[in-house]
């Protein structure tokens, strides 16, 4: 299949600029993927769409401050956004302008209200797609991300026009996030949950079991491939608690309750750790979800509206059937639901069928 087949056609102005009034205020279109129905709601109403004892696997990653703005010699601007520790002081890192800020560059990270000085970033070697492996440094020392968390920008989306606020820096991580992680994107679908959507959604004898995939560049860099199996996912790293593991295996071996994945993020995470009897508890994936794989995990998934020709797109795709998936995009825009990753949701029930 071509990139071009997941193309359709998006209003900029659905584009979400900033979050709903409230976390569980916006709207859920709910998408049945073997009836192929569509029914209109709020995130609001999860606990009577949700099947009764449910398993919920959300993605608890913590959100880090991950772009720096730079200052090179001469006085001109960049950017770098931290990918991952390599655990050695040094980062992976995407820098720009990459024609300038070559291995051996030293440059200033500098607040940009101010443009005062707060550490220096050191350019290191390339890496594989242009990446960079990077220092930041404050007096002599190598900063680890706790340290940058205090100095570095919170990485939302391009299509984001405004800078980070304060309503970002508490609406752009999820209400139950971990304190560690390093995610440069938040896992959006779990940006909708309140403590008291949670508390009601155990209430019908749901379980809450968290997983945590290091959200990176195989979750949101754009496909440029023209074919889908030239398409080369970024790793990203995932972990899964043991209190999570122990809880799911009876439902991923025997399919005793539905579950539902929160995010693609958690869906993706199960999938690459699932090998039919034993769940991977940490580990690494490039899983790329699309049509004609079949899932092995979740019966239902929870998931924000997604980029045209996007990787996220595919993969509704592969749980709907690209005409339904694309029929259910065209009735949100219609609809004028709010797109990406401050914006509405989709519940798609019946995502696989279940084993005879």
Known sequence: MKRSDFH?????????????????????????????????????D??????MNSVLVPNDVKVRHARLILRRKGGGAGEALLLRAFGDGTFEAMVRPGARLKPGAIVKVVAPETGAELAELQIGETLDEGLRRVRVVHDGEAMDWDSIDRIGRLPLPPYISHLANATDESRYQTAFHASEGEAVAAPTAGLHFT???????????CDWLPVRLHVGLGTFRPMTANNLEDHAMHEERFEIPEATSSALLPTLRDHTRPLVCIGTTSLRTLEAAWDGHELKRSGSTRIFIKPGYCLRTADHLLTNFHLPESTL??????LLGLEFAKAAYAEAVAQRYRFFSYGDAMLILNARTRPS
Do not use: C, N, W, Y
């Open 8 to 44: 359709f056609v998006l209003p900029e102005e659905l584009i979400a600029q900033h979050p709903a009034a409230q976390r569980d205020g916006a709207r859920l279109l709910v998408v049945d993927a073997q009836m192929k129905t569509l029914a209109h709601h709020m995130i609001h």
């Open 46 to 51: 999860l606990p009577d769409l949700i099947p």
């Open 195 to 205: 403590p008291e959507l949670i508390t009601a959604l155990q209430s019908k004898g």
């Open 313 to 318: 797109f595919v993969l509704v795709s592969a």
